[in-house]
C-alpha cells in the first residue's frame, strides 16, 4: 500500500473539494482583477496587486470638514493617550483580511489595506496576495508607510492586526517595523462611548447607527477565510472582488468614525452634552470619572442628581465629590441615597473626619440591620451584586473597633 | 518500631517469610565527590556552599565538563542523586556571565515544572541576579505572558504548552528563539510510546525553529535508569549524545522483597488478594509512625486500598493520590508529605515522578507497575541517604506478576527495559507535518527530519488534500484551522470528562479521561474519589460531563468491553504447520457493555446491568495469529476450541510485556472464533494507542520467546485446571483448559515453517 492510500484509510480528510465548480465569468485572475480597477506595481522584491481609491474628504459619503478634523482631533488624541501633536496627514489607516480568524504564524494576511490623508482627498490602498510567494513584496512595499507613519489608526488592531502584521515581517525576516508605533484603536473610544447602547460594538453597528450607512451585498467576515481558498483551489474570483470591497469599506469606515469621534470628544471638552448621544451620557461619564474629576462631575450634575435610575453613576458620584473636598454636598448624597455603599462612607465620614464615634456606630449598625434583615429589599443593582459577607465581616469590625473608641473616651 | 526494627521484625516472622520469594538486601553506597569547576562565578560556588553542596557529585562535575564543551547529554541518575544541580549549576553559570542567553527547561507535567521552579527561584533570589525565571503554562495568566516571552532567562514549562502554546507563535518568542542556549528535558525516560513519539516530532520542530532563528542550543537529558538512556536520548533529539551514568550520589541501605500473598484455594489456584495483603502490610507499616507510599495500578485500586486503610489506622492521615484529583488537592497532598502532616499516601504512578514529597522510609508496589523502570522509580521514593529503606512488591494473581513470583531472578537479572519510541509513526508524523508547516512553510526539497526523505511525499498528499499550498517552491499553510488545538500529545487529554457532584451544590469533584469514561463512569458506575463513593447519575457523552452524588455502597462497579477488529493491511505473514502469524495494521472497535457489581472485602458478583454508551474506534497495529479450523478442533473439540484461544490470548498477552518492555495496560488482546479477515479462528495482540508505537511488531519478532515463557508459566503455576494466575478465569465444570492450552503451546513451538516469509 502506497502512503497515499494508506494516509486516506487513517484519516479522511474533511476538506474535499467543492462539488459544484461556480460560474467563471472571466478567464483568468489578472483580467478579473484588472475590470475591479487593480494594477500590477513592479517591486523590488516582486510585482504584486494593488487597488488605490482617492475620494476628496468632502465628498457626500466622508462629509468631512477637512479643517474642522485637524482641530477637532486633539481630544481625541488626548484622552487615547496619543502625542497630541500628531497631524492628521501623520496617520495611517490599516486594515487586514485574514487566511484565519485565530492567531498563530500560520495566520497568512492576503488583503492589507491601508488609507491616509493627502491634501484634501482621503487615499486607500489595497494590496493583494494573489500567491502566497507575494507576501514579501507587500510587506516590503507596506514597510516605508510604516515607518513614515505617527500612528496606526485600526479597528480592533491592537489585539488582532497589528501582532499580526509584526508576525509576518519576522517570519519573513524582514527589519525595520516600528514595533514601538502609537495605535489608535476606534474599538476602545467605541466601547467607552457606545457600550451596550447598541447590540455591540462592532464596526459595521458603528455604521449603522452613527455613519448611518448599511452595506449591501457584504461578504460577512466568517466567510473571508474560506472565499480566500476557494480562490486559491479553484479560482473563484467573485467573492475576491466582495473582499476587496469589504476591506475598502472598512477602512473609509475608521475614517469617517475617527471624524465622529473626534467631534464627540471635542464636544465633551467643551462641555457640549446636548451635541451628544443621550444613550451614551452616562458611558462618557463612566469615562470622564477616570481621566478627569471636574468634567465628571459637570456632566453628572449636567445628567441630573436624581440617582434613582443609575446607581453606579451615583457612587461615582459621591466617590468625586469626595475626591475634590466637597465633603457636604457627598454627605447630603449619601444620606439622601441611603445604601450598603452610602453607609459605609457615612460611618467613615464621621469615623475619620468628624471624630463622631456615636454617628458613625448609628450609620454601622444601620447597615448591619440592612445585612441582617432578610425581608429588607434591598432595592439597586449594585447591592445585589455585592459580597454580603466580605461587607459584614467589614461592618462588624467597624463597628467593635468604634465601640471600643467610645467605650475609651466615656 | 523505626524502620530498621520493622525490617528485623519482618525477617523474624515466619508467617510472612513463608510468602516472600525474593529477599534483596543492597549495600549502603559511598558518596564519590569532585571539585567545583575552577572557572565557576565565585558567587554561584558560594551560594551553593551556602545551601550545604560542599562538593560536587561526581557526575555533576562530568555533566558540567560536557556541557560547557558543548555537547549534548543525558545524565542518568537515581531519585535523590541531585540531579537539577546537573542542569541548574552549567545553566545558571552561563547565564550570569551572558545575560542575553535563554534557557528552556521541559518538564512532562505541569506539577514537576512548578515544583521545579521554588528550588530554581530561591537560589536566584540569593544570587542576587536580575536572572528572571518563569514558568509558562495553561495556568499562567495572560497578563504576565508578554513579560515572560520578552524578558524570561528561563522559562519552565512542560510539551504540550510548548506544541500548543510556544512554538505556533513563535514570532513572539523571538528573544528566547534568537537567544537559545540550554534546552533542559528532565524525566526523558517518560517520553516513551505515543507520548515520547510525539514529543520527539515536537523537537523536530523545536529544531527548526531554533535553526530559523540562528541557535543551537545544547540538550541537557536526564532520565531515570532504563537500558537505553543513550540511544532512547538520542532518538528524542536525533542528534549524537553523551552519556553520564556513573552516579556519585551515597545511598543508605535498601530492601528490597517481592511477596506472593498465600494460596487460599488450591484447587482454584486462588491467592488471597493483592490489595488486601497491600493494605495489611501498609497498615503494619504505618501504625509504626513510618512514613510510607503505597502504589496501586489503577485509580479504583487505590481509591480501595485508601478506604481499607482508613479503616484499619484509626487516627493516623492517609490519603489517595491519582491522576482526576484537581490540582490543588494534589498539592495539598505533595505539601503534607514533605511537612509530614500526611502520614501515608496509596497513589497510582501518578507519583512515581520526581515530584518532590520528601523521602520516605516504605514503599508497597501493589501488582508488578508494568515495567522494571517503572518499579524501580516506585522503590526509589523509599531510602534516605544514611539510612535503611524497604521496599515490597505485592504479586497480584495476574500471569505476569504470578510468572515474576515464581521466577523472582528476574528481578535480580533484569535489564530495565528499553524505552522506545516511532516518531515516524504515520499519523503522529503528519500531524506534526502539519503543525510545522503551520509554524514557517516547508521548503520543497526540506526534510522534517534527517532521515525522512518521505517529507516531500507527506507534503504533496497535503497539498491535494488543500491543507498546503505549494507556490514558488514552498509549502503554505492554506486552513483557517490552528492544527495543535487538534492534536493532543497524550492521547485523549483534550477530551477529558469532568465529573460533577450533586450531592449539595454542584461541585467538580475530578476528572476522567476519553478512554476510560465509558468503563469508570457510565450510568449507575460507582465511582471512588478520595475514599468518598460517588454514584454516577447521568452521564452526558456529549457534553463530556458526568453527574454524580456521594453514596455509601457495600460494592463497586467493573465494566466489561466488547471489542470488534477489522484488518486493514497485512504487511507480513509467516506460514506455519498449522497456524499463520501476520502483522499488519487493524481497525479496532470497542463498546462497553454492561458492568458488574463486586462486594468489597469478599469480591462477590451481586449482579450486573447493561451498559449504553458510543462505540470508540481506532486504527492501530497489531500481530495476529490465524488457525486451521481441524487443528483446533481436533485439539480442544468444537466445543471448547473457542475457550483455548481465548487462553491462548489471554496468556499471551499477560507475557508479552516482559519481551515487549511495555506497560501491561499498552498491549490489548482479542480472540475471535472466525476473523472477518481470514475466516479462521484467530487471536489478535494489538497496541493499544492509535497508530501503535511498535510493540505488536517487537511480538510478532518474538513470538517463540514469548510462547515458551507462556508455555513455562502455565506449567508451573500452582492451580489445577486453570486460574486467573495463568490461563485466565476458566469456568466451573469446562473441560481441562489448562492442559489443553499447554498441549497448543507445545504444538506451536515445535511446528515448523512450510513456506517462506511472505512480505505484502
Known sequence: MDLKSKLSIYKS??????????????????????????????????????????????????????????????????????????????????????????????????????????????????????????????????????????AVVCFNGKTFDIPLIKTRYRINRIPGFPVKIPILDLIIPGRRIFKKVWENCALQTFEKYIIGFERIDDIPGWAIP?????????????????????????????????????????????????????????????????????????????LGTEFDKDFSIFEKYSITLKRCDEWAKAVHYWQKYPSLFSYCELAKYFEHREKNYVKALEYTDAALLRLNDESQDIVNSVERNINTEKYKTAFETRKSRLSEKIRRIT | MNIRQLIDYLKN????????????????????????????????????????????????????????HNEDVVIVTPTASGKTICYNLPVLNYIIDNPEARALYLFPTKALSQDQMTDLNSLIDQLGKDIKTYTFDGDTPSSARKAIREAGHIVVTNPDMLHSGILPHHTKWVKL??????????????????????????????????????????????????????????????????????NGAPSGEKHIVIYNPPVVNEQLGIRSSSVKEAAKLGSLILKNKIPAIIFARSRMRVEIITTYLNEQCHGLNIKGYRGGYLPNERRAIEKGLRDRTIDGVVSTNALELGIDIGMLDAVITTGYPGSFSSMMQQFGRAGRRNDSSLAIMVATSSPLDQYIASNPQ????????????????????????????????????????????????????????????????????????????????????????????????????????????????????????????????????????????EIDSEYYTDSQTKT?????????????????????????????????????????????????????????????????????????????????????????????????????????????????????????????????????????????????????????????????????????????????????????????????????
Open chain 1, 226 to 302: 474560506q472565499a480566500f481558498f476557494e480562490f486559491q483551489k479553484e479560482g473563484v474570483l467573485e467573492p475576491i472582488g466582495k473582499i476587496i470591497d469589504h476591506n475598502k469599506y472598512d477602512i473609509i469606515s475608521m475614517y469617517v468614525l475617527m471624524f465622529i469621534f473626534s467631534k464627540i470628544f471635542n464636544a465633551v471638552d467643551n462641555r457640549e452634552y446636548s451635541e451628544l448621544e443621550t444613550k451614551s451620557l452616562s458611558n462618557i461619564a463612566r469615562h470622564l470619572y477616570r481621566v478627569d474629576s471636574e468634567s465628571f462631575l459637570n456632566l453628572a450634575e449636567y
Open chain 2, 564 to 760: 470488534d477488529i477489522h484488518v486493514i493491511e497485512a504487511f507480513e505473514t509467516l506460514n506455519k504447520t498449522f497456524f499463520e502469524i501476520s502483522r499488519g495494521e487493524i481497525n479496532v472497535r470497542s463498546k462497553v457493555m454492561m458492568f458488574k457489581k463486586i462486594r468489597f472485602h469478599t469480591h462477590e458478583n451481586l449482579g450486573w446491568a447493561d451498559v449504553n454508551l458510543p462505540e470508540i474506534e481506532m486504527h492501530t497495529s497489531a500481530a495476529w495469529l490465524d488457525f486451521d479450523v481441524d487443528f483446533l478442533e481436533s485439539l480442544a473439540g468444537k466445543e471448547f476450541a473457542g475457550t483455548v484461544l481465548y487462553s491462548l490470548s489471554y496468556i499471551i498477552k499477560n507475557i508479552s510485556p516482559v519481551f515487549t518492555f511495555s506497560d501491561i495496560a499498552d498491549i490489548h488482546s482479542l480472540h475471535q472464533a472466525r476473523s472477518l479477515y481470514s475466516k479462521k479462528p484467530a487471536v489478535f495482540i494489538y497496541d493499544s494507542m492509535p497508530g501503535g508505537v511498535g510493540l505488536s511488531e517487537k511480538i510478532f519478532n518474538s513470538l517463540e520467546d514469548i510462547c515458551a515463557a507462556a508455555l513455562n508459566a502455565v506449567r508451573t503455576c500452582s492451580c489445577a485446571f486453570g486460574c486467573p494466575g495463568c490461563i485466565g478465569p476458566v469456568v466451573d465444570g469446562a473441560s481441562d483448559i489448562k492442559h489443553l492450552t499447554i498441549s497448543l503451546l507445545e504444538k506451536m513451538l515445535s511446528a515448523s515453517q512450510i513456506e517462506g516469509n511472505t512480505v505484502h
Open chain 2, 13 to 68: 516472622y515466619p508467617s510472612f517469610m513463608e510468602n516472600v520469594k525474593l529477599w534483596i538486601t543492597k549495600e549502603p553506597i559511598e558518596a564519590v565527590y569532585a571539585d567545583y569547576p575552577e572557572n565557576i562565578n565565585p558567587l554561584l560556588k558560594e551560594k551553593y556552599i551556602a545551601k550545604g553542596v560542599q562538593k560536587l557529585y561526581s557526575h555533576q562535575r562530568l555533566a558540567y565538563d560536557h556541557i560547557s
Open chain 2, 177 to 246: 528563539f534568537e537567544n537559545l542556549k540550554f534546552i533542559v528535558i528532565d524525566e526523558v525516560h517518560t517520553y516513551r510510546g505515543v507520548f515520547g513519539s510525539h514529543f520527539a516530532n515536537v523537537m523536530r520542530r523545536l529544531k527548526r525553529l531554533c535553526n530559523f532563528y540562528g541557535s543551537n542550543p545544547v540538550f541537557i537529558m536526564c532520565s531515570a535508569t532504563i537500558h537505553n538512556p543513550k540511544s532512547h536520548a538520542e532518538s528524542l533529539i536525533e542528534k549524537s549524545v553523551t552519556l553520564i551514568d556513573k
Open chain 1, 13 to 150: 480528510v474533511k476538506n474535499e473539494p467543492s462539488q459544484e465548480k461556480p460560474n467563471q465569468l472571466f478567464a483568468d485572475t489578472a483580467e478579473f482583477l484588472k475590470s475591479i480597477n487593480g494594477e500590477k506595481i513592479i517591486t523590488d522584491c516582486g510585482n504584486v496587486w494593488r487597488f488605490e481609491t482617492r475620494t476628496a474628504c468632502n465628498d457626500k459619503y466622508f462629509g468631512i470638514d477637512i479643517s474642522a478634523l485637524k482641530k477637532n482631533i486633539r481630544p481625541l488624541l488626548s484622552h487615547l493617550n496619543i502625542d497630541e501633536t500628531v497631524e492628521i496627514e501623520d496617520l495611517l489607516f490599516f486594515d487586514l483580511e485574514t487566511t484565519s480568524l485565530s492567531t498563530g504564524s500560520g495566520n497568512y494576511p492576503f488583503l492589507s489595506g491601508i488609507g491616509y490623508i493627502d491634501g484634501e482627498d482621503f487615499i486607500t490602498e489595497q494590496l493583494f496576495m494573489e500567491n502566497y510567494s507575494d507576501e514579501p513584496a507587500i510587506l516590503n512595499y507596506l514597510l516605508d508607510f510604516f515607518c513614515k507613519a505617527k
Open chain 2, 410 to 549: 528476574f528481578i535480580q537479572d533484569a535489564n530495565p527495559e528499553t524505552a522506545s519510541v516511532n516518531p515516524d509513526n504515520l499519523l503522529i508524523l503528519m500531524d506534526h507535518i502539519k503543525c510545522a508547516a503551520f509554524e514557517l512553510p516547508f521548503g520543497e526539497n526540506e526534510k522534517f527530519a534527517e532521515h525522512l526523505s518521505t517529507t516531500s511525499e507527506m507534503l504533496a498528499y497535503l497539498e491535494e488534500m488543500n491543507i498546503l499550498k505549494k507556490t514558488s517552491g514552498k509549502y503554505h499553510w492554506m486552513s483557517d484551522i490552528y492544527p495543535a488545538n487538534d492534536i493532543s500529545l497524550r492521547s485523549a487529554a483534550q477530551e477529558n470528562f469532568v465529573i460533577v457532584d450533586k450531592t449539595k451544590k454542584s461541585k467538580v469533584i475530578g476528572e476522567v479521561d476519553y478512554y476510560a469514561a465509558p468503563e469508570l463512569i457510565h450510568n449507575d458506575a460507582v465511582y471512588i474519589h478520595q475514599g468518598q463513593q460517588y454514584y454516577i447519575d447521568n452521564l452526558d457523552w456529549d457534553r463530556r460531563m458526568a453527574y454524580a452524588h
